[in-house]
């Protein structure tokens, strides 16, 4: 009898351990399953976070490029008109003024180097002609620019087989490096200027050095968002836009380094 008691004692034993095993096991898969369920919910929200973002980054730089598009066609329709007026009437009064005869020649010179800064301008800032001459040469055409001043040693680099990039990328890099050339011009006090840009296997690979001042990285994006300015937050945007790896390096008295690297496979679509 002892030995039956002590057999049912040790089953019920058992037939507790068991259930009790059990249940802690359903509660931790269902502890399991809240907890995935909360972390698919958190991803879902940084995904969506990330394209609410995206998408006021696009938006923002459509508005841009369609204002671009329009002091564009303004630049050409209207003030290059005016220009050319300006140009017939100076050469219209040329026989006229035999006493003033070098300052309307000086004159005529100037403005047809200003006609031809408008034409440069307006090429620069038409999207459509970005996207039909291509990154490098519209690059080509913004370091000719600079190299007009006479302020600049440009130095420009290209290597490897060129391939095609998104068209909707391209006017994007456009920008992002007349950003980073407007920086360097507007604070870097540089003389120097190198461009490089390198086409391999697997990416796109651009990056910009001048010989400037220098400065303070982590400084310069506090005070950008601190006063809203927009260049390194312009530059930052736009790369991550069209998801390229952005790296800023500089140290004050040092100059400036910036690349940018475009993933081969996030060129088409």
């Not at 630049?75 to 017939?88: D, E, R, T």
């Not at 968002?225 to 140290?251: V, Y």
């Given at each position: ?167 909707d990328d391209e006017p994007i890099l456009v920008r992002l490096s007349q950003e980073v050339l407007n920086n360097i011009i507007s604070y870097a ?81």
């Amino acid at each position: 009898m002892p030995t039956i008691l002590a057999e049912v004692i040790a089953l019920n034993l058992i037939l507790s351990t068991t259930l009790l095993l059990l249940f802690s096991l359903a509660i931790i898969y269902f502890l399991f399953l809240d907890q995935k369920k909360r972390f698919r919910h958190q991803r879902e929200v940084l995904e969506l976070r990330e394209a609410f973002t995206q998408a006021l980054l696009l938006s923002k730089l459509e508005i841009q490029e369609q204002t671009l598009d329009h002091i564009a066609k303004e630049l050409h329709s209207n003030i290059s008109h005016l220009v050319s007026l300006i140009n017939i009437n100076l050469a219209g009064m040329l026989p006229q003024s035999e006493g003033l005869r070098e300052n309307v020649l000086e004159t005529k010179s100037l403005v047809k180097q200003l006609m031809s800064e408008l034409k440069a301008l307006n090429v620069s800032l038409n999207t459509g002609h970005i996207k039909h001459i291509g990154l490098v040469k519209a690059l080509e055409n913004e370091l000719a620019r600079l190299e007009k001043t006479k302020k600049y040693k440009v130095v420009f680099n290209r290597s490897g087989e060129e391939f095609e990039l998104n068209p909707d990328d391209e006017p994007i890099l456009v920008r992002l490096s007349q950003e980073v050339l407007n920086n360097i011009i507007s604070y870097a006090a540089a003389t120097t200027i190198t461009v490089s840009i390198v086409y391999t296997d697997t990416a796109l690979h651009m990056e910009f050095t001048d010989d400037g001042i220098g400065f303070d990285v982590d400084e310069a994006y506090r005070r950008s968002a601190e006063k809203g300015s927009t260049g390194l937050l312009n530059i930052r945007d736009r790369a991550r836009l069209i998801k390229a790896d952005l790296q800023i390096e500089s140290q004050q008295g040092k100059g400036t380094t910036i690349q940018i690297n475009l993933p081969r496979q996030a060129t088409t679509k």
